[in-house]
């Protein structure tokens, strides 16, 4: 054997001291280097009120004196193009809240996530799977700090009174109490809906909803880790190929359509929440985060939450949400400390803060798994660990798609011409 030489030692101990003090500047272990390595001050810019940071922020504060968190709220319409125009002019934030549906048209703009400051491994085991999504090119774009899953909402009076004693657990179950919910007139006209599907114009959740269908039926539409399109993708059982798309859409469009025994929905009801709130509406699938303003809105209604229904005998239960994560800017001169921000925030204790005064899911597995005593927050966590999303290359382009499509299938068009013109049009906004 070859012995090791004092210069060799010197060498391996000098590299060994250098790794651990870039460690603990990053973790800021190490004060005295923290101030003249990191920023004084960290800019960060999202959609909520700062309210609901108040928590998290304070307790950084607590930790780290010397660096102070500047958070500006932003409307959420005009977030991308406020973005775009701050890199474009050189005045990025340090740390954007960003939502899942924007990574495909930011993610060159952003700076991955330091391997030192966690691995691919320790975020899978961290995070619930949904928010595998900011894993792209074996590189994490982001640190996830809520979930916003869709639940189903329900009038429980309303439900006693046809002696319907559970919430649909399955979409047949939802089929048939929409219609025993329903209420008309003599000449056929509704007076109460059961449900609210099958439009667009006035429900702003259908693309999510047909979505979460499709989702279920199981095709990604667009896949979050490869990004095929697998929209027209089809399936065969016993001998059966069928479309999961095709069948979200033709289940979907069915309650609007006078024809069919599904039909409980038309143009003439506002949106669902609103109708909900008039007593108009016995249930409607929707986002956790409307819960608060519906609660608040509806103090007099018996309000129960519910998981999604699933179709019957599936194998898996999936649903369906979207990710909000930390992001940093590659423009930002300051992404060591930005991250060690976001690593800050997304901690237990502050993840656990933040997910409560949001009224949403929180992203770490540990929290989701222990649950939440408020029981339409246990719903909410319960679907986030259910939640899957599919890669959006741009919402402003993909929703008027995704509308149009269901449009035409509502109109009497065929679901399949409809689904093969959405998934040419899809990969087109993937070049």
């Known amino acids: 054997m070859h012995s090791i030489s004092k210069l060799q030692v010197g060498i391996y101990i000098g590299v060994i001291f250098i790794v651990l003090v870039v460690v603990f500047i990053f973790l800021g272990v190490i004060p005295g280097l923290d101030k003249k390595t990191t920023a004084s001050e960290i800019v960060i810019w999202g959609t909520y009120p700062q309210e609901v940071f108040k928590t998290a922020f304070t307790a950084w ?40 549906s924007l990574l495909h048209t930011m993610q060159n703009k952003l700076a991955p996530v330091p391997v030192i400051s966690m691995t691919e491994r320790e975020y899978k085991e961290t995070f619930a799977s949904v928010t595998d999504i900011f894993l792209q090119n074996n590189q994490i774009y982001g640190v996830p700090f809520a979930i916003d899953p869709l639940v189903l909402y329900w009038n429980r009076d309303f439900f006693a009174s046809e002696t319907i004693a559970l919430p649909p657990s399955t979409w047949d179950e939802f089929r048939t109490d929409a219609q025993r919910l329903t209420k008309r007139t003599e000449t056929g006209n509704i007076t109460r809906s059961g449900a609210a599907m099958g439009l667009t114009s006035n429900i702003p959740q259908a693309v999510d909803i047909v979505s979460l269908l499709a989702l279920q ?9 490869t ?11 016993n001998q059966i190929t069928t479309s999961p798309a095709e069948t979200a859409l033709r289940y979907y ?15 003439t009801f506002p949106k669902p929440d609103e109708a909900f709130a008039r007593e108009d509406l016995a249930m409607f699938i929707g986002r956790a985060s409307m819960f608060n303003s519906l609660s608040q809105r509806s103090p007099h209604i018996n309000i129960g939450v519910s998981p999604v229904p699933q179709y019957s005998q599936a194998p898996v239960k999936i649903g369906y949400g979207r990710v909000m994560a930390f992001t940093v800017p590659a423009q930002s001169p300051k992404q060591t400390t930005a991250w060690q921000v976001a690593v800050f925030l997304s901690q237990n204790a502050q993840a656990s803060s933040i997910a409560d005064d949001m009224k949403l899911a929180p992203t770490r597995r540990d929290l989701l798994g222990a649950g939440h005593t408020f029981p339409p927050f246990s719903v909410f966590y319960e679907e986030a660990l259910r939640a899957r999303v599919w890669y959006d290359p741009d919402p402003a382009r993909s929703s008027p798609l995704f509308i149009n499509m269901i449009e035409l299938v509502a109109a009497g068009r065929d679901a399949g011409a409809a689904v093969a013109e959405a998934s040419t049009r899809l990969s087109d906004l993937l070049k």
């Open 61 to 100: 504060r607590e930790e780290h004196s010397n660096v102070s968190l500047t958070y500006e709220e932003k409307t959420p319409t005009g977030f991308r193009a406020d973005i775009l125009e701050a890199l474009a002019t050189g005045n990025t934030p340090d740390i954007i809240l960003l939502p899942d």
């Open 217 to 225: 039926g199981g095709i990604s539409i667009i896949d979050p880790a």
């Open 227 to 237: 990004h095929a399109v697998t929209i027209a993708q089809t399936s065969t059982t």
């Open 253 to 267: 469009t069915d309650f609007s359509r006078r024809e069919k025994t599904s039909y409980t929905w038309n143009y």
